[in-house]
């Protein structure tokens, strides 16, 4: 989380998401889109947690129904 508040783009590139993280870039090039970028990367990292979570709760309740 640090990161994506740190350094917005670079949280999207060691996630694998090449192309946004240099939109990402581009945007907190400036000095008014470094806290957009920044917002931008914090909730992205959070919703792929979350995500994650969901995924791994399907395939429990699937589980256990079998």
Do not use: Y
């Not at 508040?5 to 400036?30: A, E």
């Not at 919703?47 to 791994?56: H, P, V």
Request: with cysteine; proline share 3%; charged share 20%.
């Amino acid at each position: 989380m640090l990161l994506a508040i740190l350094l917005p783009f670079l949280s999207f590139i060691v996630r694998g998401k090449i192309l946004t993280g240099i939109v990402c870039f581009i945007l907190q090039i400036t000095l008014i889109g470094w806290l957009p970028a920044a917002i931008w990367a914090a909730l992205s990292l959070n919703n792929e947690r979350a995500n994650k979570r969901n995924e791994k709760l399907i395939k429990a309740i699937r589980e256990t129904k079998n």
